[in-house]
């Protein structure tokens, strides 16, 4: 089988709206709060028209903390994939993220690692989408090239992103126009 290119996909601030706190972003806590963003549906439609898997990515430290339960965030990835069908495949960390070294915790690279090595993906020819600088931490590590949709949060990035835009859909057009034809 040949390895095929993916888009890794962050969830909160990427796919769905967060909710802003301090100038910080969070998950949605509830199902009735998660709402996509303007353009993901058909943003997410053309990647997967042009060749793409599209494999979200996603730390939910909420449920290893106790504050949010993973039936709340599995009812929300069953939301997710009904509103766009085009996602092949969801990874989840739920490590708190308090004082433990999870493999699988962004910005580590295990969450790519593991859909990569499942779903066969051509790691070089992939791309990482997020709006936190764990995501494009993560992202580098993995050998990736990031999109950072910067919506002037008050963090800092670790890494430069390989491009910077302001929505998803100019990530899916930068995607499109750097990427050779599949």
């Excluded at 303007?38 to 793409?52: N, P, T, Y």
């Excluded at 580098?140 to 008050?154: N, R, S």
Aim: some cysteine; overall charge negative.
């Amino acid at each position: 089988m040949a390895l095929r290119p993916a888009i890794f996909l962050d969830r909160d601030g990427t796919l769905n709206a967060p909710i802003i706190q301090g100038g910080k972003p969070y998950p949605p806590q509830k199902l009735e709060d998660f709402k996509l963003l303007d353009g993901v549906v058909a943003a997410c439609r053309d990647l997967k028209k042009a060749g793409f898997l599209l494999i979200v990515v996603t730390n939910q430290p909420d449920v290893g903390r106790g504050t949010q339960s993973q039936e709340v965030v599995e009812a929300m990835h069953a939301k997710l994939k009904q509103l766009v069908p085009e996602i092949d495949h969801i990874e989840v960390c739920y490590d708190s993220g308090y004082g433990t070294n999870d493999r699988r915790r962004k910005p580590e690279p295990g969450m790519m690692e593991d859909a990569a090595a499942l779903l066969e993906i051509d790691v070089p020819s992939s791309w990482m989408i997020g709006d936190r600088w764990r995501d494009i931490e993560c992202g580098k590590k993995m050998g990736v090239k990031t999109i950072f949709i910067d919506y002037g949060y008050q963090e800092q990035l670790t890494e430069q992103p390989d491009f910077r835009v302001t929505t998803f859909s100019a990530a899916k057009a930068t995607i499109l126009k750097n990427h050779p034809v599949l």
